[in-house]
């Protein structure tokens, strides 16, 4: 039988020495792939179950190369942050019980750094490596958490973790597609961003600006956009056969 929700959240607040019962937690996760297009997700578990309305996508803007620290430390400062400007009135409103970190102590410390930035103090962070799958509190590093493997609460904790990976990596592989489908466009004499993503936007994908006639491409762009689009796939296709 499963413990129940409460008693999960009870041994995790043992566990994990929490001032109060772990209600929300907010889980980051830094993906790119072969170092190209920094992007980052944040899942939130609530209350016994995963909360996808609350779910947040960011595409990393301030960091040059690949710098998972620094991707982390700009995410985190963005979500809190915002945070803050809702709610002047009472700064702790709507802060998490628990704000957990995919990854080890570079990690962790990334994200302490963007919360102290903003002068949030005491605010419980705790970080989970991977592979030894162990858990770094923030303020008690030299003392890491290790759960025993069947412990429903690293299996919660491994669970939040997962997803926050999970919708990231999706997040990554879509802008990846986005940016490759529009390469192909832009190939094309005369057409750019802006003509590229109007197409992109009303047709969907490339196979179906590849398809469309010369009707249906001029109701999105000029007439010679759309004859360059035309000779384009046409020239394409004879080299194809």
């Known amino acids: 039988m499963k413990p129940n929700t409460k008693a999960i959240q009870e041994a995790l607040q043992d566990a ?71 709610n002047r009135q009472d700064q702790k409103k709507n802060m998490p019980s628990l704000v957990l970190i995919d990854g080890g102590l570079g990690q962790l410390h990334a994200a302490a750094e963007a919360l102290e930035s903003l002068e949030i103090i005491n605010q419980p962070l705790a970080a989970i490596a991977k592979r030894e799958e162990i858990i770094y509190v923030y303020g008690q590093e030299n ?25 990231a990596v999706t997040f990554h592989r879509k802008r990846r597609q986005m940016r490759d489908r529009a390469t192909e466009l832009r190939e094309i004499p005369g057409v750019g961003e802006s003509t590229t993503r109007r197409l992109l936007e009303h047709f969907g994908s490339v196979q179906a600006v590849k398809q469309a006639d010369s009707a249906a491409l001029s109701a999105v762009v000029t007439r010679s956009h759309a004859e360059a689009i035309l000779d384009h796939f046409r020239k394409h296709d004879a080299t194809v056969q």
């Open 143 to 167: 003392e890491p958490v290790a759960l025993d493997h069947h412990s429903p609460v690293l299996h919660l904790v491994q669970l939040i973790r997962d997803e926050a990976h999970r919708f």
């Open 16 to 86: 994990l020495g929490l001032p109060e019962l772990p209600r929300r937690i907010e889980c980051f996760d830094i993906s790119h792939i072969q170092g190209a297009e920094t992007v980052a997700s944040m899942v939130v578990w609530e209350d016994g179950q995963m909360k996808k309305s609350d779910y947040r996508k960011f595409i990393i803007r301030g960091v040059i190369g690949v710098d998972d620290f620094a991707s982390m430390r700009e995410v985190v400062t963005r979500r809190y942050k915002r945070i803050q400007e809702e």
